[in-house]
């Protein structure tokens, strides 16, 4: 069953990872890249991390995409010629989706109750708070601090882009 899951919630954040680049309006493009967020941590709930999994939805699905979108907003300038035509969506997501949700809510509490077995083992400790800091302050130290900065950099880029070119300090 939960291989099942696994595909589901894979082929949902493909699907949300094409509807992201396929959409021509950025905020619902924005939207979009939040869902494929929420399946990806669907994925680390079914790998028995469920600290990864809040973290997934409140740092990326929350912070940063929250900060995406408005940075999106505050950028947002002449529309294009395209982006008021609609792209045709399917309308099978809307409804799979929820007898999908259900299903995982089903076996989340028949494993819960110690009705469905564990597929495989994993390490202990595996996914908790402390495993991660661990590999966050150790091992990828270095990535986790070049992410900042990069963030950081386009924070800045984007403000100064936004900003009304007779404002700037500099001409």
Known sequence: MEGILFWVCGGLMVFGGLMTVFQRNAV??????????????????????????????LVYA????????????????????????????PLW??????????????????????MLGQISSVPEGFGSPAHVAGLLIGKYLLAFELISIVLLVAIIGALAVGKDERKLPWK
Not at 43 to 53: D, E, H, K, V, Y
Not at 73 to 78: A, E, I, R
Request: charged share 10%; net charge positive; proline share 6%.
């Open 28 to 57: 619902v493009s924005a939207v979009w890249l939040i869902f494929a967020f929420i399946c990806a941590a669907g994925i680390f709930a079914l790998l028995s991390a469920p600290f990864l999994a809040v973290l997934q939805i």
């Open 62 to 89: 929350g912070a940063i995409m929250v900060l995406f979108l408005f940075v999106i907003m505050m950028l947002q300038g002449p529309r294009l010629e395209g982006e008021k035509k609609l792209l045709a969506v």
């Open 93 to 114: 997501p809307a409804v799979a989706i929820p007898p999908a949700a259900i299903v995982v809510m089903i076996v989340g509490y028949l494993k819960g109750r110690g």
